[in-house]
């Protein structure tokens, strides 16, 4: 392909875009009426009831006049692509002001923000069709980056839809009460139009590497498959215009962030419902038999006795009895698949229906994919080999395993190819635990084939505590790792829990202040670390008990000559145990020197009687509560490692452990919920002190609050929950794996029935 013809074909492309969003305007701005509309109908509170009921009003009369004006600025873009940024009476783009230092008013600085948004929404779902439409479009133009004002950048329509809704009259109080809904709407149109451009590239074998990530949820509007379908044709109109962008660096962070959510639930069922769809177009009763229940389906006898004698003739075939491990993991992978195609031939021939024949070969379509993954081992394929005939029969009997990301047959294969695909085969130990693992859980699943779901979530449950067992005592990697990071989360916990009990005690007891900043801030992590190290019970763990209580008591007023007399007998082995306690705990000398200062300054005041009293009563009473104070700690789980605590985290590092306690960017509460939702034994890569390494989840503490990475080298990682959701936003921690197992051998099905949908009928 000439430079000619790859300019021409990008060309092409963005008229193809532009066209298409053209068409599909009308179609937007009724389903925001809709919209509005819907929401206007909801229960409410009588003052947001009647704005609701308002903005129906407006925007009936408005809407016209909203559409009109974006087709307006878009029409301009059919023949360069662009969209000018500097039509007279749009809004300026703060780049483009100047050094005209003139003061801006609110209500365009509000529009931008509200841009900004509609921009930021549509990323955030559109991440992935953008990133691979860019790839494309600047392969074939020969340049890194598209042009600021290109009419495929998300921000230039977002410009263009509230520009042209400020100049039809509608108010930006009135964007705001609708904004869920905007937002919606634009995010899923744009990227309906990213997915189509892209397969019309890939039709012209532009890029085709780059994977087509088909995941649509719904096909809302039609435009822009009829732009594509129908051809590139040019449009004339009137020159108008957009404005402004976004920077490039900053949409690069949003692909960042929202490509890596992307890659979970709602991906997973944009896929299987692009699937659904595809199957429903050959095949209506496939998807009324999914709407019927997973209990309507019945497999003809026919079918399940092929699949009972398929399953036994690959076991035999893949796994021969009394094989050694090299043989089961010499089974050549082209053998598999033929060994798997010749049974699919066999039980298309013996199945009943269409919708049969249909499940048996996205099964085995499915398991093609998974098989020919090169980063499984050998040795571990053979039994996801084996994995197929059960699947399949549950996939008959069960619909919803195409139709729901959750089915446990699904999430076990996913979960076993997470923990696989990264495993260092030069570790044979390791290898040969996993594979046990995986072996006896794929000969479970065979033995109960009438068993259903069930089944699967049995193993699964088991599966994921063997790999909580695993990494903490038998993995040689991890076992080292976990357990510091248990004993750093056993510390902290403790002493948060001692914290709180203390300042329960001491909250109407006159104690000076600096011993009572000491107790809290050193003295809790003191006796937490000696509680750790020697045991809750031990004698060390009361003694420092002890020292706590004497410090309070030589700290109160002492008005007798016996009492200084006694404080002074005292002294010195109390600070001696002092210094003690705080080297075990890790405290530097200096720190520990300028504790001891500050408790010798209160304990002065106690000699010129300026502190307050404590009856001897009350005293005995402290005592009797610091020796039971395990009785009253709150419960582990309830306690939160925060923040703030970060920073002592890092008195913990080690030549065997990492303490992570900076770096990373501030997280949305959807980072953070994400941060909680990552699974032992999956893989990621680190971008941390100038090293990027694959290190794989280990552990995870009460609450998710701590989590423990480990490199293949045994080094452990230790995140705090927000620090974890820190560098998940900035793209610093990032999956290995850019979908699940099952979710790419989905796609991988769907290329191939795309090419040839009638082989679900054959």
């Known amino acids: 392909m000439t430079p000619a013809t790859q300019n021409a074909l990008a060309q092409q492309a963005r008229r193809a875009y532009v066209e298409g969003a053209l068409r599909g305007l009308p179609g937007l701005v009724q389903s925001v009426e809709r919209g509005a509309k819907s929401l206007a109908s909801q229960n409410a509170e009588p003052a947001v009831a009647m704005k609701r009921r308002d903005m129906v009003l407006d925007l009936q009369k408005a809407a016209p006049f909203w559409q009109q004006g974006m087709i307006s600025m878009l029409r301009s873009a059919i023949s360069s692509g662009m969209v000018s940024a500097s039509r007279p009476g749009d809004l300026p783009h703060p780049s483009n002001r100047g050094n005209n230092l003139s003061l801006v008013d609110d209500d365009t600085i509000e529009h931008e923000i509200l841009s900004s948004r509609l921009a930021l929404a549509m990323m955030d779902r559109a991440s992935w069709e953008f990133s691979d439409l860019r790839s494309r479009i600047s392969q074939l133009e020969k340049r890194e980056e598209l042009d600021p004002n290109d009419a495929l950048r998300p921000h230039v329509l977002a410009r263009i839809a509230t520009a042209s809704w400020r100049a039809a009259g509608l108010s930006l109080d009135t964007w705001r009460l609708l904004q869920t809904v905007l937002h919606d709407e634009f995010a899923q149109f744009v990227e309906e139009g990213y997915h189509e451009i892209n397969a019309w590239l ?30 590139v044709h040019s449009l004339s109109g009137a020159h108008s215009s957009g404005h402004g962008r976004m920077g490039v660096g900053e949409e690069t962070r949003l692909m960042t962030r929202a490509g890596a959510l992307a890659r979970g639930i709602d991906h997973a069922e944009a896929v299987l419902g692009r699937l659904n769809k595809l199957i429903g177009r050959q095949l209506p009763e496939f ?10 389906a019945v497999a003809s006898p026919a079918l399940r006795a092929a699949i009972s004698d398929a399953q036994q003739g690959i076991a035999r075939r893949l796994a021969p009895a009394g094989a050694a491990r090299t043989d089961v993991g010499a089974v050549s992978t082209p053998a598999m698949l033929e060994e798997l195609h010749q049974r699919k031939q066999a039980l298309k021939q013996a199945a009943a229906t269409p919708v049969e024949r249909a499940t048996i070969e996205i099964v085995a379509l499915l398991f093609q994919s998974i098989l020919t993954e090169e980063r499984i081992p050998a040795s571990v394929r053979v039994w996801f080999a084996r994995l197929q005939m059960p699947v399949l029969r549950v996939a008959v009997s069960e619909p919803d395993f195409f139709a729901t990301v959750d089915h446990p047959a699904r999430k076990l294969i996913d979960r076993m190819g997470a923990c696989v695909m990264g495993f260092d085969a030069t570790g ?6 996993l594979e046990k693992e995986i072996k006896r859980v794929v000969q479970v699943v065979e033995a109960y084939p009438d068993t259903g779901r069930r089944v699967f979530q049995t193993v699964l449950t088991e599966f994921e505590k063997f790999l909580e067992h695993y990494f903490k005592n038998q993995n040689e990697a991890s076992r080292k790792g976990v357990s510091l990071a248990q004993q750093v989360e056993q510390r902290e916990t403790l002493a948060i829990q001692y914290t709180i009990e203390l300042r329960k005690m001491l909250n109407e007891m006159p104690v000076q202040e600096g011993v009572r900043e000491f107790l809290f801030q050193v003295w809790a992590d003191v006796m937490a670390m000696t509680a750790v190290k020697a045991g809750i019970q031990s004698d060390q763990t009361k003694a420092m008990k ?35 306690g705080m080297e075990n705990a890790g405290v530097p000398v200096d ?43 709150p419960e582990a789980a309830d306690v939160e490692i925060d923040e703030s605590m970060v920073l002592d985290l890092s008195g913990h590092e080690s030549s065997e452990l990492e303490v992570v306690g900076e770096g990373g960017s501030m997280p949305t509460p959807a980072m953070v919920a994400w941060a909680r939702e990552l699974q032992v034994g999956s893989w990621y890569m680190l971008d941390y002190r100038n090293r990027n390494e694959a290190v794989q989840l280990a552990w995870q503490g009460l609450r998710k609050q701590l989590t423990l990475f480990v ?28 979908e699940s197992l099952t979710v790419k051998a989905t796609r991988s099905a769907l290329a191939k029935l795309d090419v040839d949908p009638a082989r679900l009928l054959n």
């Open 591 to 633: 720190k520990q020197d300028e504790h001891i200062q500050r408790l010798n300054n209160s304990l002065a005041a106690a000699f010129t009687a300026k502190a307050a009293v404590i009856p001897h009563e009350r005293l005995e009473e402290l005592m009797g509560r610091l020796e039971t104070l395990e009785e009253l700690l």
């Open 428 to 433: 044979r130990a390791v290898a040969d635990l």
């Open 546 to 580: 002890r020292v706590a209580a004497d410090l309070i008591w030589s700290a109160s007023a002492k008005v007798s000559r016996e009492e200084r007399a006694e404080v002074i007998r005292r002294l010195p082995p109390l600070l001696k145990t002092l210094r003690e």
């Open 287 to 296: 998807v009324a038999t999914q709407q019927a229940g997973a209990t309507a």
């Open 202 to 231: 890939i039709q012209r074998r532009v890029m085709p590497d780059v994977d087509l990530r088909p995941y649509i949820k719904r096909s809302a509007n039609s435009a822009w498959v009829g732009s594509v379908a129908s051809g």
């Open 711 to 738: 490199s293949p080298q045994g080094r452990g990682i230790l995140f705090q929950q927000h620090r974890l959701a820190a560098f998940l936003q900035a793209g610093l921690l990032v999956p290995a794996q850019d």
